[in-house]
């Protein structure tokens, strides 16, 4: 059985930084993700890579620049570098993972297993 443990996050002022981590267990993916729901809003992709180092990760554009994906191989585990967090960076973060193709990796339905998410607040 698949689980995905996520971590790190919290409440932040603008312009600070978070480190989400995600650890799977039970299966060994290629591709690794990360997602974000703010309320009101559809789940929406945020960063993620189908290589096992992390190597091409793909990110939104409303990240590029600020987050940074990263992959640990060893311990199956998929991390989100958060810099410059803004207010409308504030969301549930869920961890993804699956094999997906490379054309239909931002989309939900890609990934076949979730995490339970973890809260990001970025508040003054």
């Known amino acids: 059985q698949v689980q995905l443990v996520e971590s790190g996050g919290g409440s932040v002022q603008p312009g600070g930084s978070l480190r989400l981590s995600c650890e799977a267990s039970?299966?060994?993916?290629?591709?690794m993700a990360w997602f974000r729901q703010a309320p009101g809003k559809e789940r929406e992709f945020v960063a993620g890579?189908?290589?096992?180092?992390?190597?091409?990760?793909r990110y939104a554009d409303s990240v590029k620049g600020r987050f940074t994906l990263s992959r640990d191989n060893a311990k199956n585990s998929v991390y989100l570098q958060m810099n410059s967090l803004k207010f409308e960076d504030t969301a549930v973060y869920y961890c993804?993972?699956?094999?997906?193709?490379?054309?239909?990796?931002?989309?939900?339905?890609?990934?076949?297993?979730w995490g339970q998410g973890t809260q990001v607040i970025v508040s003054s």
């Open positions: 993804a993972v699956g094999n997906p193709i490379l054309s239909s990796m931002m989309t939900n339905e890609a990934y076949r297993h």
């Open positions: 039970g299966g060994n993916f290629r591709g």
């Open positions: 890579s189908l290589a096992r180092s992390g190597a091409s990760p």
